[in-house]
């Protein structure tokens, strides 16, 4: 019988190259994202090109009566979740705290904090009655350090660091494991959406150097919940071998 994995932001990036993982190595996936049309795609070619079985919710993680909803929509045996992935998240501008935007502030918490919240509160009662399950948060570099410009995205992956610390000392007496994984440069939508769209500087960001690309974080993911049940994989940095701090990263002219 295949285990149960939950991943949010599936759309794209890492959620999908995790989808695609779990997929070819015996999980039956719920995928979550706001992108309906992208999530049919995904399920309709990873049930054509793997034995899983796939369940999709379109909703967004903000939402705290979407989540809700989408979520009862499940089926018990769709409930029985063996891991969540709080993958879910974005970085949207680069400005100083003294001209940032409100909006992206709100985006970037609602998002990255309260939508993590929403989708752990629902999931993780059902671990605890199970005595068992692994919740995967996905954090970054960000959530190690801070750097210019990057003040409010940095605060929520400080946050989302001290949630896996503290969720782990709730959880941990019921045989739930948590942990956190924070990877450095990784070329994905990711710098599209902080640039809102300008793909010469999102581009930028990557030239000169070999950066992470979302399968290496999938195979890390794969890694991590495929430990045996003595071993909980805590807390994961994972970088370019040119990246060496948030902001020191090795190019070649």
């Known amino acids: 019988m295949n ?3 939950l991943i949010t932001g599936a759309t794209s990036g ?3 190259a995790t989808a695609e993982i779990l997929a070819q190595n015996n999980f039956d996936l719920i995928l979550t994202g706001r992108r309906k049309d992208r999530l049919t795609e995904l399920q309709a070619r990873l049930q ?3 034995s899983c079985e796939v369940v999709i919710l379109a909703f967004d993680v903000r939402d705290k009566a979407a989540t809700e909803s989408a979520f009862s929509s499940l089926s018990a045996k769709w409930k029985a979740i063996d891991v969540l992935i709080n ?3 974005l970085a949207v501008g680069m400005e100083t705290i003294d001209e940032g935007v409100v909006d992206d502030w709100e985006r970037m918490i609602d998002t990255n904090i309260k939508g993590l919240l929403y989708i752990t ?3 993780s ?3 605890v009655q199970r005595k068992s399950g692994h919740i995967i948060n996905l954090s970054s570099i960000a959530g190690k350090e801070a750097y210019a410009m990057g003040n409010v995205y940095c605060a929520t992956k400080h946050a989302v660091q001290g949630l896996t610390q503290g969720m782990r000392i709730d959880l941990v007496k019921h045989g739930i494991k948590v942990s956190s ?3 450095g440069a990784v070329e994905t939508e990711f710098s599209m959406v902080r640039f809102k769209g300008d793909k010469s500087k999102a581009d930028g960001v990557y030239k000169g150097f070999v950066p992470l690309y979302a399968n290496d974080i999938a ?4 890694f991590m919940v495929t430990r045996p049940a003595h071993v909980n994989i805590d807390d994961v940095l994972i970088m370019p071998t040119s990246q060496a701090f948030s902001r020191i990263i090795h190019k070649e002219e």
């Not at 195979?219 to 794969?222: G, K, R, V």
């Open 48 to 50: 054509k090109d793997t």
């Open 87 to 89: 993958n879910a998240g």
């Open 121 to 123: 509160r629902l999931v």
């Open 219 to 222: 195979e890390t993911i794969l």
């Open 181 to 183: 994984l924070a990877p």
């Open 14 to 16: 890492i959620g999908e």
């Open 3 to 5: 285990r149960i994995a």
């Open 125 to 127: 009662p059902l671990m």
